[in-house]
């Protein structure tokens, strides 16, 4: 089967062929789509490209960070004022897919992969679309809950709140091949302090659910309390409220719910 590439000078000629075409798919840094062309994905009879700067534009100057779409995790990893986003672009696999692999792209990753979505979601940041609807602003997780039907949106930036002084940011991926393996589990958890106390907790999980979660019922048992030992305790014990992970060769269901309560104890209290 023939497969028709498109280039666009915009990124609103590109999403207006995607919203036209169902069969059409965005090409980023290809390590999604031209991964499901060379498996024989006969969905796929258009890829989209489009030779817009504004998808590759980064905006770290101030408290809110942009990055286009198109930016790839070589690049975050290149910018020292993207230091708090270093750890989950570095864990996206090995040199030859951070040099490819785009921050749009992997909003659409499937489990096992997708882990920088898991911080974005935790950092609870915006997306950037345009589609048949025209241009507009999702909260990352609204986007996630549809990533199904958004083929035929193409995705323009994601945003996000830079961690202050008073807030804490961490992430963990567990993988069975590091760095480059797909994720047994990934957290991610974003930790505002406020008088001594957690206010605005957001825990993210990767391959704990078909798209990336929120651990809403850790996150309750964080909320309001000082981050000790029993605070840490209670937000472990409730980790698997809410999940569905499924088997795969990197682990099964099963492992998945042993594990995350472990993992997440020890990222809550800043272990390795």
């Avoid at 990352?140 to 996000?160: M, N, P, Y």
Wanted: aromatic share 6%.
């Amino acid at each position: 089967m023939a497969v028709t590439v498109k280039t666009f000078t915009s990124a609103s000629e590109a999403a207006g062929a995607l919203s036209s075409d169902r069969s059409a798919r965005y090409l980023g840094g290809g390590t999604l789509v031209m991964r499901a062309l060379n498996e024989g994905d006969v969905s796929i009879s258009t890829v989209v490209r489009a030779q817009d700067q504004a998808l590759t534009r980064i905006d770290a100057s101030g408290p809110r960070i942009t990055l286009g779409a198109g930016v790839t995790f070589a690049r975050i990893l290149a910018e020292r004022d993207l230091a708090f986003l270093h750890a989950p672009a570095r864990s996206i696999g090995g040199p030859a897919v951070r040099n490819m692999g785009t921050v749009g792209g992997n909003l659409f990753a499937p489990t096992p992969y997708g882990d920088f979505t898991v911080a974005l979601l935790a950092l609870d940041a915006t997306v950037a679309v345009q589609g048949g609807f025209g241009a507009r602003d999702i909260p990352i997780e609204e986007f996630l809950q549809a990533r199904d039907r958004q083929a035929g949106t193409l995705v323009l930036s994601v945003s996000c709140t830079r961690p202050g002084s008073a807030e804490t940011f961490r992430y963990r991926k567990i993988a069975r091949i590091k760095p480059k393996g797909g994720s047994v589990i990934t957290l991610a958890a974003y930790l505002p302090i406020s008088g001594g106390r957690i206010a605005g907790a957001r825990i993210a999980l990767g391959s704990m659910a078909p798209t990336q979660i929120r651990a809403r019922a850790a996150e309750r048992a964080l909320e309001g309390r000082s981050l000790d030992a029993a605070t840490i305790a209670a937000a472990a014990s409730a980790a698997t409220e809410g999940t569905s992970p499924s088997d795969n060769a990197l682990g099964s269901a099963w492992y998945r719910r042993e594990i995350v309560g472990v993992h997440l104890r020890r990222l809550l209290s800043g272990q390795d």
